[in-house]
């Protein structure tokens, strides 16, 4: 019931992608918007998991995931019955709060009915294999909801699971908390969020309004700094949201860059290869979400077998081989192109899933084996937390690396015309926009704009995904140098005959054990 809960606000984070053609058609949306209906869940869900986790330590796990869910159906009506693309991209906003509230919850309730080590590292392996498989599965359910009903349905979906998981909730889910937990952060977490929506406005925005724009240049270091201040108010606060004291441990803080990085490759992917599928290869929503298919399914079988790998190979070498895998995947899909068809991209799509499915479940048993029993909630939700930054960067960067090269190459291309202002908006803001005027024009001229639209956005795909590939790489290869190297197991014994430390009362200043 716990994962089931999850596996809406995982899935939400890519059932929009299957739909985004769609919204490019009823409500006009250019790219960027795109990017921003993407994004605005992710921005609010990460910058408030981290005090959503001290809220769900402080007030109960429980009484936090029934909020959550209650929250998450409202905003999942909102954004259902949104006429236009800011409002949808406000209600997607709204439903990252409620998203915030569940997924911490979810993970913390987990852990702590679970006591023996080997049974805990099962269940963790069943949530982050549920996690995975809502991203994986968004596309496939809202391409069959597509064929049926009108784009809203992909977020009415959500209301009937939500009310299910709540009827079920209030009588089997036991409740905890932490007695000495201290107030949440509301500081931190408006710093948090202020910073990292001020850096993807810079990223996304850029390919519009220029990389060298003042403007974009500004907001980004504006970003960063507020993200500094977020750093420097997170280390003097007396009940800080996200304890730094956490990052100095390897076992920590590589898992966590590792699980952003899984992500950011996976997010990045499934936001672009669904629009690929669709304006390139021509396929109905329906058909587009039964392609992603294979990276679902590998996700759905490998996440659960990682629990075992981690006893016996150790996380160092998963994570490592996780990581290598989702570069390996990326890397392989950007050799595509324009004639490409879905059998170049397929094994690409199968390394993303089984890389994924490696990468999280180990980064994230290290992540909540790394900090203390009284502060699961801080900890799942940093974890989840950096999830949602590495998605959402991988859209800003994968996308707007993608935008920037298409709205170039389609800008070069129709400069000897003298194309409509309007019109060229509308062919630089997306390729959907592309086809559409191509359609409408008809004969040589439009034909000829579709092939010249279609080449210029798998050229900026490749772009992206040689960048993601590069960051995966990285990640992999990080994951080698700094995570610990025993299994599980073995970490165990050498750590069994240890003196525990005794945690403080203030949550800035608990040890790890």
């Not at 019931?1 to 769609?22: A, E, K, Q, R």
């Not at 936090?64 to 949808?88: C, D, I, M, N, R």
């Amino acid at each position: 019931m716990l994962c089931i809960s999850l596996l809406i606000v995982t899935l939400d984070n890519t059932v929009l992608n299957v739909v985004l053609p769609t919204l490019v058609k009823d409500l006009g949306a250019t790219d960027t918007q795109l990017q921003w209906i993407v994004d605005a869940y992710v921005i609010v869900f990460a910058g408030l998991l981290l005090v959503a986790g001290s809220v769900a330590d402080r007030v109960g796990r429980k009484r936090t995931f029934l909020a959550g869910l209650v929250l998450f159906a409202a905003g999942s009506t909102w954004a259902a019955f949104s006429g236009s693309v800011g409002v949808l991209i406000a209600a997607r906003a709204s439903m990252g709060v409620g998203g915030a509230l569940i997924m911490p919850s979810t993970l913390s309730i987990i852990t702590r009915m679970f006591d023996e080590p080997a049974v805990r590292q099962r269940a963790i392996g069943f949530w982050a294999g549920t996690s995975g498989l809502g991203i994986a599965l968004g596309p496939i359910i809202g391409g069959l909801l597509l064929a049926h009903f009108w784009w809203g349905s992909v977020f009415l979906i959500n209301v009937p699971i939500a009310a299910v998981g709540l009827a079920l909730a209030i009588p089997l889910v036991p409740d905890s908390r932490n007695p000495t937990a201290a107030a949440p952060d509301v500081a931190g977490a408006l710093l948090s969020v202020a910073g990292l929506g001020l850096v993807l406005w810079a990223i996304i925005e850029a390919p519009e309004r220029g990389w060298s724009s003042g403007l974009v240049i500004g907001v980004g270091i504006g970003g960063l700094a507020v993200l500094t201040t977020f750093a420097w108010w997170e280390r003097h606060c007396s009940h800080p949201m996200l304890n730094l004291e956490f990052f100095r441990h390897r076992a920590f803080s590589a898992a966590i860059s590792s699980i952003g990085l899984a992500t950011l490759g996976l997010f990045g992917a499934l936001f672009v290869l669904t629009q690929f599928l669709q304006f390139d290869l021509g396929y109905t929503p329906l058909q587009a979400g039964v392609r992603v298919l294979p990276a679902a399914g590998a996700i759905a079988v490998v996440a659960p077998l990682s629990a075992v790998l981690l006893r016996t190979v150790g996380i160092k070498l998963i994570a490592a081989a996780g990581l290598l895998v989702v570069g390996a995947g990326l890397w392989q899909i950007s050799l595509v192109s324009a004639s490409s068809g879905f059998q170049d991209v397929l094994p690409g799509m199968v390394m993303l899933g089984v890389g994924a499915g490696l990468a999280i479940p180990a980064a994230t048993a290290s992540v909540m084996g790394s900090v203390p029993p009284d502060h699961t909630g801080v900890g799942s939700a940093t974890n989840g937390a950096v999830m949602q930054v590495g998605g959402a960067l991988g859209v800003a960067i994968i996308g707007s690396l993608l935008t920037t090269r298409y709205s170039g190459r389609m800008a070069t291309l129709l400069a000897p015309y003298h194309v409509p202002r309007p019109v060229l908006h509308v062919i630089q803001g997306s390729l959907g926009g592309a086809l559409e005027v191509a359609a409408r024009a008809g004969g040589v001229l439009g034909t000829e704009l579709q092939h010249a639209a279609r080449a210029a956005f798998v050229s900026g795909m490749q772009l992206g995904f040689i960048a993601g590939a590069a960051l995966a790489i990285a990640g992999g290869l990080l994951a080698l140098a700094a995570m610990p190297g025993l299994p599980l197991s073995l970490r165990r014994r050498k750590t069994a005959h240890r003196p525990t430390a005794q945690p403080e009362q203030s949550p800035g200043s608990t040890p790890l054990t």
